[in-house]
């Protein structure tokens, strides 16, 4: 059924088609297959809306295969068709419609409106052969007079100083169904009246004298009458100025230039990069290449070595300059001894050019590594050096350059102990504490209810005391804050001291964690001015913990040289309250005084 109506249609197309070619013959063959070419590769064909199209069947692009004039001989037929979306067939176009017409390789559509869109095919075919292609017909709606975006049918390249003369293009290829016919002529959509340089001879334009600004697109539109309509189309040139088409056209290699040095790295991959300067040619493919001893890439085929195609790095009015690179992978020894030359050519002659290499030294830069890494590694290790050291820091800067106070003042202790009198602080003072400030640190401590004697008035003494302390450790616990304790007063003494300039220092040990709240008013103000110490049980025990340094840290300086002449100031009548056991202690330690800088982890 399908190949009847087919070949019926086929008759009927080619009858009214006016073609010559003779179809009288027998019915078709059914199993002819026809050979779909599909789709046109160079893309659809654009028309605006309301302009003659023509369509030229994309067979006949390959002469070598089909010609026109050969179909006569060869009884070949050529029918055109309509794919819509509305029928999934082909459907044969209606020839009889005046829009259509056939005109050997063509199909013309005077006008096109949006609803010829879509895809045609056109096909050969006799009794043992058929073939097929198919192109599409986009029509687009003009939006302005004159399309600037409108892309070109044509790149013409022209140059400065020359003349030239610009045709419409399709206006010879195609004839006219009626002769008489205007061309009109705009120039960047702007210009369409030329003057001087340029000026309309015909259809044509001419230009007499190429100059930068006759560059561009030119549009071209093209009227003539048909059946008393006035039909157009529209068509454009893309304008290109290249310089001057003479002097010496032969490929300038830049680099590799004659005192050029490459320096390369020994097993490293080395990119060698070639720059040439291809002076303008028209429509011809110029080239760039690569040898290792007069050995191409391909040729050697060796994956070390590879060379990507050439790129564009700059254009100047048709004259470009081009690079191409080449790897090589692992740089060897070899390698250095080979002959790696640049070549170009084009249909003006040839120039080659050797690339001189010079290895450079590996070792260096790997030093140069190590070094900085190195340096780097010292850096990060000082870094946290100073992070977790950095209370035995301090300690050892004192003990290098800080002061020994009891120099310069006449004070009898170095420390007076504070703290409440309950039996958990009162144990971790009197065993710990100042077992270790005594006997292990060396200082003289002076503990209220031991170093008073019975009979004097207790805030007299107190203040005596604290007085004759050049530091105050308070042991702050809740029991502290009780108002009228010993505690409490002492804190007093030395707060009042310490705000009215006098030498005390005061220091807080916080034996256990107390609420802040919970904290007597005097000490809740001054505690932003004082060191806290942190006492944290088992851990803080070791006289190498954290405990142990910040309080020495906070502590006067001891040096081992201090202690005899520390005995040697104190005061006399002051002596006579000290009782012997202090004495006897304080003399215990300067013998078996340990440095306890250099016991640090340092
Ligand atoms: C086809 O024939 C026409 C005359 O019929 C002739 O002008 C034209 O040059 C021929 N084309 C080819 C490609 O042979
Ligand atoms: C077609 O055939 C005629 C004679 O039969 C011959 O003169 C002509 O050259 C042929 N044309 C082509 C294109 O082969
Ligand atoms: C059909 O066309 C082909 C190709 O041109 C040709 O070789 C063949 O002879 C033609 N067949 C007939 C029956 O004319
Ligand atoms: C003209 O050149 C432009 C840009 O180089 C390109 O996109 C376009 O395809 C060319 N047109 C023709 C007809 O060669
Ligand atoms: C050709 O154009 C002229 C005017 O430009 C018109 O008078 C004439 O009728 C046209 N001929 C045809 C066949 O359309
Ligand atoms: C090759 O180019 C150099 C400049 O790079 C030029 O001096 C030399 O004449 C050129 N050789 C040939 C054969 O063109
Ligand atoms: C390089 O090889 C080509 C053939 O591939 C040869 O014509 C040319 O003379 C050689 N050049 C040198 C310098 O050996
Ligand atoms: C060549 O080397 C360059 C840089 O060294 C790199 O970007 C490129 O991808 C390499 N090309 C090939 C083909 O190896
Ligand atoms: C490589 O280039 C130099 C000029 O730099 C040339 O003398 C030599 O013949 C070239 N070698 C090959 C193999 O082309």
């Not at 109506?5 to 009214?16: A, D, I, W």
């Not at 390369?264 to 040619?281: A, D, I, M, Q, Y």
């Amino acid at each position: 059924m399908m190949p009847l109506v087919f070949t019926l249609l086929c008759l009927c197309v080619s009858k009214r088609g006016g073609f010559s070619a003779s179809v009288t013959q027998a019915p078709v063959q059914s199993d002819v297959q026809c050979h779909d070419w599909g789709v046109r590769s160079e893309g659809s064909v654009r028309v605006y809306d309301g302009e003659v199209a023509y369509l030229y069947c994309p067979l006949f692009s390959y002469p070598t295969l089909y010609s026109y004039n050969q179909t006569q001989n060869s009884s070949l037929s050529l029918l055109w068709y309509r794919h819509t979306h509305t029928h999934e067939l082909e459907q044969p176009i209606n020839l009889k419609l005046h829009t259509l017409h056939k005109d050997r390789e063509y199909l013309w559509i005077q006008p096109a409106s949006a609803q010829d869109a879509g895809l045609y095919i056109c096909m050969l075919r006799n009794i043992s052969l058929c073939v097929k292609i198919g192109v599409e017909l986009k029509v687009v709606q003009k939006d302005e007079e004159c399309d600037r975006t409108a892309q070109p049918h044509l790149n013409l390249t022209v140059p400065l100083q020359s003349d030239q003369t610009l045709t419409c293009p399709d206006l010879n290829t195609l004839t006219l169904p009626n002769s008489t016919h205007s061309v009109s002529w705009i120039h960047l959509c702007r210009f369409n009246r030329f003057r001087g340089d340029r000026e309309l001879k015909g259809d044509n334009l001419v230009i007499y004298r190429m100059m930068e600004p006759y560059s561009g697109l030119y549009t071209c539109v093209v009227s003539y009458q048909m059946n008393g309509r006035t039909l157009q189309f529209t068509r454009s040139i893309y304008v290109i100025p290249v310089v001057p088409d003479f002097g010496s056209k032969v490929p300038i290699i830049l680099n590799p230039a004659s005192d050029q040095i490459y320096t390369v790295t020994l097993g490293k991959t080395e990119s060698l990069s070639c720059r040439v300067h291809l002076p303008h040619l028209y429509g011809e493919k110029q080239h760039i290449w690569w040898t290792i001893d007069n050995k191409t890439v391909e040729q050697l085929a060796d994956p070390r070595y590879s060379s990507p195609e050439a790129r564009l790095v700059s254009y100047d009015y048709g004259d470009e300059l081009r690079e191409r690179i080449l790897n090589v992978t692992d740089f060897s020894a070899d390698d250095l001894q080979r002959e790696f030359n640049c070549s170009a050519r084009n249909s003006r002659g040839f120039n080659t050019s050797r690339a001189v290499l010079k290895a450079e030294p590996y070792v260096p830069t790997l030093a140069l590594g190590c070094g900085l890494g190195v340096t780097l590694a010292l850096m990060l290790m000082m870094f946290v050096i100073y992070h977790v050291f950095w209370l035995e820091l301090l300690l050892l800067y004192r003990s290098w350059f800080g002061s020994d106070e009891s120099y310069t003042d006449d004070k009898q202790y170095d420390v007076y102990i504070s703290y409440a009198r309950n039996s958990e602080e009162e144990e971790f003072v009197l065993s710990t504490l100042r077992r270790v400030l005594e006997t292990e640190f060396g200082y003289s401590v002076c503990i209220f209810d031991r170093d008073s004697l019975p009979g004097g008035t207790i805030t007299d003494d107190t203040l005596r005391f604290v007085g004759q302390s050049r530091r105050l450790v308070v042991v702050v616990s809740p029991c502290s804050a009780v108002r009228g304790t010993q505690a409490l007063l002492e804190l007093q003494a030395g707060l009042t001291s310490m705000l009215h300039g006098g030498s005390l220092r005061v220091v807080l040990i916080q034996f256990k964690p107390v609420r802040r709240k919970s904290w007597v008013k005097e000490l809740r103000r001054a505690r932003l001015a004082l060191t806290l110490v942190r006492w944290k049980g088992e851990k803080s025990a070791p006289l190498s913990s954290r405990f142990w340094k910040e309080l020495q840290l906070e502590l006067p300086m001891r040096r081992n040289t201090h202690h005899t002449h520390h005995t040697h100031t104190q005061l006399p009548d002051i002596t006579q309250h000290t009782p012997d056991t202090h004495t006897k202690n304080t003399r215990q330690t300067e013998e078996k005084l340990i440095d306890p800088y250099s016991t640090s982890a340092l």
